[in-house]
């Protein structure tokens, strides 16, 4: 549970490649391009398929953005559009803002080989995570203490691993404060298609147009990032790209991308797939019906093991409150109770630490990557779990006790301490 | 504030080099047949067009490859959500075997020693990453591919110090050349990390040598240096002498696992030549060190092989039957195509270097420079891009050291491209010679001195697509 792919909607996909055998097949009308797809190493790419991604982007935004295929470079993921952003902005040694919670795998994509520092916009339970003005002036403050020079500031909206959506205010803090320090925003909305409830998905672009930004210096410092490995459950084709209004920024990460170009024939396959709307409205709708439905059963779940999650409306995964499970409000006790979730009960989940929350006790849990009977055995061994914790918890036989310390302690050194590929 | 970073408004991307200026060219007034029989025919692009009906063939008889089956059962959910960075198991069996089949059966490969990249570009970059920190550098014997300057310096922060080779020898490398070069890196504080070379070589077209790889060997040993082994041109060994790769000499020469010269000694491949696939971005980088193997499985996760390609390639490769036969009929084809581009060189008095691998020659037209200087090299470039209408790529852009080279490519065009691009060349010299020859040398100057300023108004430096050819 601890693995955010989507893969409630693979029989939509299976379904379109059965009656679109030349996409796959490497045909147009009839006729073969395998020749023409073998030499295409354009680091332009593909425009038949950049134009279908921008009409893409633009329909999940409600059609309230238009976008520039132009603007538009294609990268082998959305992992290499974030690196190769940071290669863009940002000389070594410069920092950018994260709101926390956020994706581990940011410490690596943008502090490894570009050497970009991050410094954390602290967020908290007590508004529901929200990125807060005085969060941010906060970051900006300590950055600056640590001798940083602030670049930008990198959100991911919809939220990992909170599955919320910006709201309307917090982008217009963003925007105020960019604005104000005269530096980036970086949206990367890879999620930005699982949005399956209200409120809706306001794209950074809309809420600078929103507030009659366009024209201003703001507007070239405005980047997205995008994937089609949440969405359309795709990761293993990497198919990442970056959206940017500043022209030196796409000439930059144009020529960058040739270390991470898209295979031409995935770039066909999905060009092909992308144009049939007819298709992609219809995938995009059922799609986000049954991830709400999917949450639902997590959350609903959840509640009947008496445990709360954040109200989310995004996303393939729950942001999960045990923080009452834990034995005292360290991170040393969500460790322990993490370690008790894997061994004993079976679950692979993500502690909060490990996305650098400041709150122990929260955990991301993820729901699409597995059957509805596989989820509902999973909610049935949380619940079993939270009773026995909370029998011991009460003060029942200290043979109960004893018992399950010492299968702690074999699990403990068991357990290796290497952390395992994060996944987003 | 400084909106973007150095990397992004530098220009050690290198794409404002001559090389890739006569692309520019190129796509402005590109030759067709049928459409524009005039145009500037394409000789810069090293690129295999010859094979691709034996892939097609190939492509037609095993559909389910394509089409995401294994055993008529579709497997399209697995390969969508596979993405793990050590590759598909299958896919990297097949490239190891059939790395060792080019290689003879001399050499075998293991699987887990290999790391999986989008293409070749990424596996040499990631190897600088790997092996270089900011202000080291790797010594390249010259001329090389320009887009090494791109590839291993740009956002690595390495350098790289030329082996400075020449036409006294066929451009061997030699252990006084070896060692100059790393005198001239220390003039410079620059600490060497290693050598790299491309075998067979770019834009020579040859071969290394027993001896040079030997000498290779023994150099990188005593200076205690890493070795890397570019050869994405192996399969494309056309003529003796054969290819040798560096794994066979360290074979030949003992240095197993229990030597330090095992563990320094790394080889990047790439599918785009041999097989004549540089779309579906497939490179590989083979090291027997554990540790450069783990920290470049990590690296590679910015630049992944898709899982849809990896699958295709895995079932083409795993074909044993056909691999021997493409194997073997694309040397030949390579073969003949390069015999014709030398006998028409040759018709026109234009000699290359003797060259029995690649998709290109290595020319001297040292003779018709009006003098021995890289801006007649650059005179002679233009007048063939603009007035002969080829397009072929000037030795300067690929740091030779002496003027007059030019890499010519052969296997991106038909045969009767090819046989019309001959003709404009001899049609060319005749009249450069008859010009020569004449008594009047004013004008010859005044018009040479008046296309110049046309040319240099002509040039553009805005960037544009390069495509990373190599």
């Not at chain 1, 300590?142 to 602030?150: I, S, T």
């Not at chain 1, 006790?333 to 989940?349: P, Q, Y």
Request: proline letters at 4%; one cysteine or more.
């Amino acid at each position: 549970m601890g693995l955010a792919e989507n893969q409630l909607s693979f029989d939509l996909l299976e379904s379109w490649l059965a009656s679109n055998p030349d996409a796959v097949g490497m045909k147009r009308n009839g006729g073969s391009v395998f020749r023409e797809l073998a030499l295409f190493q354009d680091y332009h790419g593909l425009p038949a398929f950049k134009n279908e991604l921008v009409k893409l982007m633009s329909k999940i935004r409600g059609d309230k953005v238009r976008f520039d295929s132009n603007k538009l470079v294609l990268t082998a993921g959305a992992t290499s559009a974030n690196e190769t952003l940071m290669f863009s902005l940002a000389d070594p040694g410069e920092a950018f803002l994260l709101p926390t919670p956020y994706y581990p795998g940011f410490d690596r994509d943008l502090k490894w080989r570009p050497d970009v520092e991050i410094v954390p916009i602290h967020c908290s339970s007590s508004n529901g995570f929200k990125i807060t003005m005085p969060a941010l002036e906060e970051a900006y403050e300590r950055a600056q203490r640590l001798n940083l020079k602030v670049k930008g500031v990198l959100v991911t909206n919809p939220s990992n691993p909170l599955g919320t959506t910006l709201t309307r205010q917090e982008l217009n803090h963003l925007i105020t404060f960019a604005v104000a320090k005269e530096i980036h925003i970086i949206s990367d909305e890879i999620y930005s298609g699982t949005v399956f409830d209200s409120p809706r998905f306001i794209s950074i672009t809309e809420a600078v147009i929103d507030r009659n930004l366009q024209e201003t210096d703001l507007w070239s410092r405005i980047h997205i990032v995008y994937s089609l490995s949440k969405d359309l459950g795709m990761p293993g084709f990497r198919i990442g790209m970056i959206y940017s209004n500043n022209e030196k920024a796409v000439a930059a990460a144009t020529k960058m991308s040739s270390f991470g170009l898209i295979s031409s024939q995935t770039q066909f396959l999905l060009a092909n797939m992308l144009a049939d709307t007819k298709f992609t409205s219809k995938y995009m709708k059922e799609n986000q019906r049954r991830l709400k439905k999917r949450k639902d059963m997590l959350v609903s779940g959840l509640k009947t093991a008496g445990i709360k999650c954040l109200k989310s409306n995004a996303g393939l995964f729950c942001w999960v409150d045990m923080r009452k499970l834990l034995v005292s409000n360290t991170f040393e006790a969500e460790k322990e109770l993490w370690k008790k979730i894997i061994f004993e009960v079976g679950l692979n989940i993500s502690p909060g630490s490990s996305c650098h929350c400041t709150e122990p006790g929260w955990f991301r849990v993820c729901f699409a990557n597995m059957s509805e009977e596989t989820l509902q055995v999973s909610m049935r061994r949380i619940k079993e779990f939270v009773e026995t914790i909370l029998i011991i918890g009460n003060g029942c036989s200290s043979k109960q006790q004893q018992r399950s310390g010492s299968v702690i302690g074999k699990w403990v050194s068991k357990l290796s301490s290497s952390d395992p590929e994060p996944d987003r | 504030m400084k909106l973007l970073s150095t990397k992004a408004t530098c220009n050690s991307h290198g794409q404002d080099s001559s090389y890739f200026l006569g692309w520019q060219e190129y796509e402005k007034n590109p030759y067709d047949e049928k459409k524009n029989p005039k145009g500037i025919i394409q000789m810069g692009l090293a690129e295999n067009q010859l094979c691709f009906d034996l892939l097609e063939s190939w492509l037609n008889k095993n559909p389910d490859a394509a089409g995401f089956k294994r055993d008529g059962q579709s497997i399209f959910r697995e390969l969508a959500l596979f993405q793990d960075y050590h590759g598909l198991p299958a896919f990297k069996k097949a490239l190891v075997e059939f790395m060792s089949e080019i290689r003879g059966n001399k050499v075998t490969f293991d699987p887990n020693n290999i790391v999986l990249t989008a293409g070749a570009t990424s596996a040499n970059e990631t190897l600088m990453f790997c092996l270089a920190e900011p202000g080291d550098a790797f010594l390249l014997p010259t001329p090389y591919y320009p887009g090494f300057d791109r590839d291993l310096k740009w956002r690595t922060g390495a350098e790289i110090v030329p082996i400075l080779c020449t036409s006294s020898n066929d451009f061997q490398i030699t252990e006084t050349a070896l060692e100059e070069a790393y005198k001239q890196a220390q003039k410079q504080n620059l600490r060497v990390k290693g050598v790299l070379v491309t075998n067979p070589s770019n834009p020579l077209g040859t071969t290394m040598s027993r001896n040079e790889l030997n000498l290779l060997v023994d150099f990188t040993t005593a200076k205690n240096i890493h070795l890397i082994s570019d050869e994405i041109y192996s399969g494309t060994v056309f003529n003796s002498p054969g290819f040798i790769s560096i794994m066979e000499i360290l074979k030949e020469r003992n240095c197993s696992e229990s030597t330090e010269v095992w563990n320094r000694v790394h080889i990047v491949y790439s599918l785009s030549k041999d097989l004549g696939l540089p779309g579906f971005r497939v490179g590989a980088l083979y090291s027997n060190d554990d540790m450069v193997v783990a920290a470049a499985t990590k690296m590679s996760s910015f630049g992944l092989v898709s899982s849809q390609t990896q699958y295709l390639l895995a079932a083409m490769l795993s074909d044993k039957k056909f691999t021997k036969n493409y194997i073997s009929e694309n040397q030949k084809r390579l073969k003949q195509r390069q015999k014709k581009l030398v006998s028409g060189l040759e018709k026109a008095g234009i000699s290359c270097l003797k060259s029995n691998a690649g998709l290109f020659c290595w020319v001297d037209m040292r003779h018709l420079l009006c003098s021995n200087t890289f801006e007649e090299e650059i005179e002679l470039w233009k007048k063939i891009v603009y007035d002969v209408k080829l397009n072929i790529s000037p030795g300067s852009s690929c740091h030779c050291t002496e003027p007059g080279w030019f890499r010519v490519c052969f296997a991106n065009m038909s045969e009767e491209t090819l046989k019309l691009s001959m003709q404009r060349l001899k049609a060319f010299v005749d009249t450069t010679i008859n010009v020569h020859n004449q008594s009047n040398h004013q004008s010859v100057k005044n018009s040479r001195r008046m296309s110049l300023t046309k040319w240099v108004f002509r040039l553009s430096f805005d960037d544009r697509e390069p495509c990373g050819e190599r």
